[in-house]
Structures are given as C-alpha cells and as structure tokens.
C-alpha cells in the first residue's frame, strides 16, 4: 500500500526535477543576479537596487518598452478582430473553405526567425515585393526603407509577426465557434435578428472564453518579442525597434553588464507573470460561476 501511494509521485518526480533545473533555478538564478554588478567573468559585486534605479533614467529601457506597450496594442486590435472575420470566413462552408483555411494556417508552421527571414526579403528597399509593387503601378512615393526608417521600423516588424499571429487567434475563435449553439441562432433568426444582432447577442457571448485566451496570449507573445527583431533589425536603427528582450540581450552579452541585464529580464518577467495570473484568476472566476 505505501508503495502504491509513491507511485504517482516517482512518476511526477522526474519531469518536475527537470522542470527545476531548466526553469525554476534560472529564474531565481536571474533574480539574484540582478541585484549584482557583473561582467560574466570576474567576481559578482552586490549591488542591491542600483540596476533597478538605474532602469528608471535609461531612455534606451524607456524607448524599449514603449516598443513592446505597441506591440501589444498591435497585437490585440489587429490581430483579434482580423483573426475573428478570418475564423467567420472559415466557418462558412463553400468551395476550397479547407484549402483556404490551411494557406492560412500556414505561417504558424514557421518560427518567427523564419518568417522574419522572409519578411526582411518582402521589405528590402530596392528589390523587395512591397516597394517593387508600389513602383509597378505609380505609386512609388508609398516606397519606404521600412526597416531603416526609425519613424515606421517597429510598425514594420510588428506588421511581420502579424502574419504569424493572426492565425493562431484564427484557429482560438474556430474552436470557440463550434460550442455556438445552433439552436440559439436559428432562434435568433426566427425573432427577426439581423446577422448583425446575431453576431453581437448570440455568437460574439459564445466566445468570450476564446477571446480572453486569445487576448492573454498575444499580449504575451508581444512581451516575448525578440527573435523576429534579432533577425530582422536587431533593434536598429539606433535602438529605435529595440524590445525589452532585445535590449536585455544587448547589455548582457555585448555590453557584459550581466546584472544591468537581469534586472531587465526581471522586469520583463514581472510583467508577463502579472498578465499570467490576472488570465487565471478570470479563468476561475468562470469555473466557479459554471
């Protein structure tokens, strides 16, 4: 019987020991860290709060998070309603509705280091598709260095990523659309409701769990932002799309200032841990209404 009672906990000891080595640890190995002065060679000075402070008056930091504040904007009021008109499409049956729905579910095949490849191809000033297109039929004052251009750089990469991250919302809003009850809808149409009522009374309430997922997630992926500025920018030109992770990648292992480094990561897990537990507490919230 005892043994029988060890079981399950031999069974979660392994994947748990290893979730503490490779997660856990590094996380308060960062956290301790940040409070030091250090160059990832010689001896760790204890600082206390000097890189936090020091956070606060750097405009670089500054300019990084405002960055990453409209990425999120981005990513919420673009890829949320884009991704819920793609998911009604897709909803629809007609002729080739699965051929279509999987060209586009197709960028959620690709990493973001592969689609910021080919972005950086489709947004070359000289031959890349959006500037060769708007010189092909007379518009080539709308030619841009899009890259290049400090004013619409981080507008540029956050439009790349979208590509990717519409999708996902894509396939959240078409798993939620198959728990509409079909009987409320056709009850709607029977009362005289415009499709326009439909949507916002019936079909739009029905959704609600998927949103807020959908929502929780692109706002963290838009503070995870990092490899698609590497590969296309890295977070040129003079910081100007340069994202928290970026900027902590930047002084940690260019600069060698570890410490002013984790603080940065710190600060960035700080947020998206914030994020994390407001998404669970409304997904109780809603279980124990249920």
């Not at 706002?219 to 500025?229: N, T």
């Not at 990561?265 to 407001?278: H, K």
Request: with cysteine; hydrophobic share 55%; proline share 5%.
């Amino acid at each position: 019987m005892k043994r029988d009672r060890l079981t399950p906990y031999l069974f979660v000891a392994a994947p748990l020991c290893m979730y503490s080595i490779w997660v856990i640890f590094p996380i308060l190995q960062t956290i301790a860290v940040s409070f030091t002065k250090w160059d990832g060679m010689t001896k760790m000075k204890f600082v206390g709060l000097e890189n936090f402070k020091r956070l606060v008056s750097d405009n670089y930091f500054g300019l990084s998070l405002l960055n990453n504040i409209k990425w999120m904007v981005g990513f919420v009021v673009l890829s949320i309603p884009v991704g819920l008109i793609f998911a009604m499409l897709m909803d629809q049956k007609f002729p080739g509705h699965k051929v279509y729905k999987s060209l586009i579910y197709l960028p959620m095949a690709l990493s973001f280091v592969v689609i910021g490849q080919i972005w950086s191809w489709v947004l070359e000033p000289t031959g890349g598709v959006i500037n060769t297109f708007f010189r092909f039929i007379g518009l080539e004052q709308f030619a841009k260095p899009w890259l290049s251009d400090p004013k619409i750089v981080t507008y540029s990469l956050i439009m790349a990523a979208l590509w990717r991250q519409i999708p996902y919302a894509m396939i959240l809003f078409l798993a939620g659309l198959k728990n509409v009850s079909k009987e409320l809808v056709e009850a709607a149409i029977v009362d005289g409701a415009t499709p326009a009522q439909r949507f916002w009374y019936v079909i739009l309430p029905a959704l609600k769990p998927a949103m807020v997922i959908a929502i929780t997630v692109n706002i963290i992926d838009s503070l995870r932002a990092f490899d698609i500025v590497f590969v296309m920018t890295r977070g040129g030109p003079y910081y100007s799309s340069s994202v928290m992770a970026n900027y902590m990648y930047v002084q940690a292992f260019h600069n060698y200032r570890m410490g002013y480094g984790a603080s940065i990561a710190v600060v960035q897990f700080g947020i998206t841990l914030g994020f994390i537990i407001m998404y669970l507490l409304n997904v109780l919230k809603r279980e124990e209404r249920e």
